[in-house]
Nanobody
Framework: LQLQEFGGGQVQAGGNLKLSCVAT????????MAWFRQVPGSERELVAA????????SYAPSAEGRFTISRDNNRKTLYLEMNNLNPEDSAVYYC??????????????????WGQGTQVTVSS
């Protein structure tokens, strides 16, 4: 599975962004998927995860109520809609392939693919 993110950029505090992650290769719909983020000097943080069919989602406390993860298996695309962004959300955001089931490992799936990342910068 190969993953490529789109949709990062710069936005003011309180603004919104929607990230996309397009998958190619093996069957996208077989896997749970997740969004991670990373700031320099820190480990990657699990932001949100979604089951293979899209019916079950989970969020980090910092994302709950502001971010929405979704997927379109026909389009092989994962999404992260981010609302009411604040400067603490600034990071490189990565999509990541999980296994067939949840919960999604906090440190990621050792065998899963990662995208190259997309930068999100929120200015105050």
């Amino acid at each position: 599975l190969q993953l490529q993110e789109f949709g990062g950029g710069q936005v003011q505090a309180g603004g919104n962004l929607k990230l996309s992650c397009v998958a190619t290769g093996v069957t996208f719909s077989n896997y749970a998927m997740a969004w991670f983020r990373q700031v320099p000097g820190s480990e990657r943080e699990l932001v949100a995860a979604i089951s293979w069919g899209g019916k079950t989602t989970s969020y980090a406390p910092s994302a709950e109520g502001r971010f929405t993860i979704s997927r379109d298996n026909n389009r092989k695309t994962l999404y992260l809609e981010m609302n009411n962004l604040n400067p603490e959300d600034s990071a490189v955001y990565y999509c990541h392939q999980g296994t067939a089931t949840l919960p999604f490992p906090e440190r990621g799936n050792a065998m899963g693919a990662w995208g190259q990342g997309t930068q999100v910068t929120v200015s105050s």
